[in-house]
């Protein structure tokens, strides 16, 4: 999980550099007549989605990214369209300013697909370009994936210090190895208690558990545990949760794993 969140963080960080990466074009539109600027032109651009907007006074600004479009403009005078001009042009330098000013003339009688624009009361040049709205957005996700990364190292992190605080509680346990069998102590009493556990209630299989704790000092993982078992993964934890329920043992979580402890009667009775 951890991984595939940075993956998408990589990904959105150089969809970013891409967006970002867009050279400005930028003009005036002029009327043929007396080559006035139009205030109130429209202006569209077949970028992805396409950019449209009404310009305040006759200039207008687009940052576009690297490729072939076509910039058109209308200008319509008592809601019929009075003047067009439109201009091809292709982006090679993102870093490149380019100047493109329009001279727009009456439309010649053949038929042209006009945009769809509601002229506001007070019509604005659009501030935010497209590109700039989507960067800002990807950088804004980038910045969320980056931010759910950092909270899941510190959980993370969180959980191992827990883990660690459950192991120093048992580090008065010595690293003795016992080799013998389980069977073989089953009549064994600690000299400084004088207690006696009977095992003999025990089934095979859970003594066959308990004696790779004992060989392993008394303290193991489950996944070592597992290993040295001919037992499933599945049949293992029950066998530990019957193991904890009888009183034998206790599992702390450390990690995604659990450690398997014995019980200090059981440590006393087997020496450890």
């Known amino acids: 999980m951890l991984q595939r969140l940075i993956g998408i963080s990589i990904i959105l960080i150089f969809s970013v550099s891409f967006v970002c990466s867009a050279a400005t074009v930028h003009g005036v539109v002029y009327c043929w007549e007396d080559l006035k600027p139009l205030p109130k032109a429209v202006i569209v651009v077949n970028t992805t989605p396409i950019q449209r ?44 300013n380019y100047i493109v000013d329009l001279i727009l003339f009456p439309p010649l009688n053949f038929n042209f697909s006009q945009p769809e624009v509601e002229f506001p009361a007070s019509s604005t040049q659009n501030p935010f370009p497209v590109t700039v709205i989507i960067s800002v957005s990807l950088v804004g996700l980038t910045v969320f994936i980056l931010y759910v990364i950092w909270r899941i190292k510190i959980k993370n992190k969180e959980n191992e210090k827990s883990g660690d605080h459950a192991l120093n509680e048992w580090k008065e346990w010595n690293e003795i190895s016992y080799e013998g069998n389980v069977d073989d102590r089953i009549e ?72 398997i402890f014995l019980k200090d009667e059981y440590r006393k009775f087997f020496g450890l």
């Open 53 to 96: 907007f009404v310009t305040p006074n006759g200039s207008y600004s687009f940052n576009l990214p690297p490729g072939y479009y076509v910039i058109k403009a209308y200008y319509y005078k008592e809601g019929k369209l009075d003047l067009y001009a439109e201009y091809n042009i292709t982006i090679k330098n993102v870093s490149g």
């Open 188 to 259: 064994y009493k600690n000299t400084e208690s004088s207690e006696s556990l009977d095992l003999s209630i025990l089934p095979d299989d859970l003594k066959e558990v308990l004696e790779e704790i004992v060989k392993a000092g008394g303290r193991i993982t489950q996944k070592e545990l597992r290993k040295k078992l001919r037992y499933s993964e599945a049949k293992v934890s029950l066998m530990l949760t019957d193991l904890e329920r009888r009183g034998c043992i206790e599992k702390v979580k450390k990690g995604r794993g659990n450690v």
